[in-house]
């Protein structure tokens, strides 16, 4: 079991460049999420799918977009990277939750730079 | 709105306690508390569900106040390996939320020799 995948794990674009960054879990969970992390901020959340063929805004959505290509995979694209979007970014996926226990499993991150 | 924590950093030497609190504006189902070493992604340490429960981790355990809507992470004789930067992340959906947490900015621990 590898958890939750993301590749890659370093990226540098220039302004106005795109990326996608992919995200995979092998734990047969439904819901799955991206968050941003930046200094003194935490973690943010860009967007979510709470199950396959569904996506949802996060709190900071704008200039991004997402696609749940399937119940593994849950992909984030810049299609016009900006230097504000410059941090780390951890796709997460909870198990199952059953009532209200859950752990949220994050993968390793991606750190993006955009100059 | 995410939760608040406090204080923003603590520096500890080993053996001695220390308290992270987490304060949320909204009702709260349920706090998880998460553990981040430099680099590396957030860990699972612990989840505080609705009902007033107090949980442990080792010499790590949570306290849950609904009413008030807080919790405090309490860390007692610490190890230098408890060095990190420690999260709570808030549900105030309840079962609705499909797993979604609102995550403090966290608060950085260190812990010397």
Redesign the interface.
């Known amino acids: 079991n590898a958890g939750v995948t993301q590749t890659p794990k370093f990226q540098v674009l220039k302004t106005g460049q795109s990326m996608t960054l992919q995200c995979a879990q092998d734990m047969n969970h439904?819901?799955m999420?991206w968050?941003r992390q930046d200094p003194?901020?935490?973690?943010?959340?860009i967007y979510?799918s709470?199950?396959e063929g569904t996506t949802d805004k996060?709190?900071v959505p704008n200039g991004y977009n997402v696609s749940r290509l399937n119940k593994r995979e849950f992909s984030l694209r810049l299609e016009s990277a900006a230097p504000s979007q410059t941090s780390v970014y951890?796709c997460a996926s909870?198990n199952t939750?059953v009532?209200?226990?859950?752990?949220?499993?994050?993968?390793?991150?991606t750190r993006l730079t955009v100059t | 709105q995410q939760p608040v924590q406090s204080p923003q950093a603590v520096i500890l030497r080993e053996g001695e306690d220390a308290v992270i609190n987490c304060s949320s504006s909204k009702a709260l189902y349920s706090v998880h508390w998460y553990r981040q070493k430099h680099g590396e992604a957030p860990v699972f340490l612990m989840i505080l569900l609705k009902g007033g429960e107090q949980k442990g981790h080792e010499k790590i355990s949570a306290s849950f106040n609904e009413k008030k809507q807080q919790s405090s992470l309490y860390l007692t004789a610490s190890q230098l390996s408890y060095s990190g930067t420690y999260f709570c992340g808030t549900d105030n959906a309840g079962g609705t939320s499909y797993g979604k947490l609102t995550f403090g900015q966290g608060t950085i621990l260190t812990v010397h020799p």
């Open positions: 439904n819901s999420y968050y003194g901020m935490g973690l943010r959340l979510y709470a199950s996060g709190e951890f909870p939750p009532g209200l226990n859950y752990e949220q499993y994050f993968g390793p991150g």
